[in-house]
């Protein structure tokens, strides 16, 4: 089955600094790669995805590269600010026609004031 | 709209008791999802239904049964519970066709002692 690595674990950033968090997947049959942002006591919600026809995607201070021929996306956060603290998990499809998600172990993200 | 309805929020159990977790959604979804989250592992599929009247294992359904009650309905099952399954318990649904846009519910926090 598909397997997602994600790294680092936990990142520290000073407000304004770019943040990067990378993973790496398996199963060169995965054609979507969302991200989800969960703060502390929520729900885990979307807030960007990627599908494999595309190399980059840009939503305002986040944007996700893709490099289908290594098996590795990444989440890149601009201008960091305190509301973006929380935890960052990628994912990616299981098989091309099943809708069932393999997520990566997830980024604490904390951005320092 | 409720969006993903999880209950109960938090349960204490003994080992070798059981106990279902119900869900219920209201945005006419036809897949839904039960993940487990535990720390530093992210998020891992128990078991999903990717439509009224069908169920698959995921990454983790050793010890857990699941019913597909109704296109609203889908609970998880803990015929004898043990401690390697406290855990935060998530619900989910999406679109068919919408690979990988999850709505979670709030979340249930199941401990085993």
């Known amino acids: 089955g598909e397997n997602v690595e994600q790294h680092p674990s936990t990142l520290s950033v000073q407000e304004g600094d770019s943040a990067v968090i990378k993973c790496t997947y398996s199963d060169s049959a995965s054609n979507y790669f969302p991200w989800y942002k969960q703060e502390l006591g929520k729900r885990p919600q979307l807030i960007i995805d990627?599908?494999?026809?595309?190399g980059e995607k840009k939503d305002q201070r986040i944007a996700v590269t893709l490099n289908k021929t290594a098996k590795h996306f990444s989440l890149h956060i601009t201008e960091t600010q305190p509301e973006d603290s929380a935890v960052y998990f990628c994912?990616?499809?299981?098989?091309?026609?099943?809708?069932?998600?393999?997520f990566g172990s997830g980024t604490r993200l904390q951005v320092q004031p | 709209n409720a969006g993903v309805t999880q209950t109960p929020k938090f349960q204490v159990l003994k080992t070798g008791q059981s106990m279902t977790l119900q869900c219920a959604q209201d945005?006419?979804?036809?897949?839904m999802y039960w993940y487990r989250q535990d720390p530093g592992m992210g998020l891992r599929l128990i078991y999903y239904?990717?439509?009224?009247?069908?169920?698959d294992k995921g990454e983790v359904p050793n010890g857990y049964n699941v019913s597909r009650l109704n296109k609203r309905e889908f609970s998880l099952r803990l015929e004898s519970a043990a401690p390697s399954q406290t855990s935060v318990y998530f619900c989910?649904?999406?679109?068919?066709?919408?690979?990988?846009?999850?709505?979670f519910g709030e979340g249930s926090r199941l401990t085993v002692l």
């Open positions: 239904s990717a439509s009224e009247g069908t169920t």
């Open positions: 989910a649904s999406s679109e068919m066709g919408r690979a990988g846009e999850l709505f």
């Open positions: 990627i599908r494999s026809n595309v």
């Open positions: 994912a990616a499809s299981l098989r091309v026609g099943r809708r069932a998600l393999t």
């Open positions: 945005m006419n979804h036809n897949s």
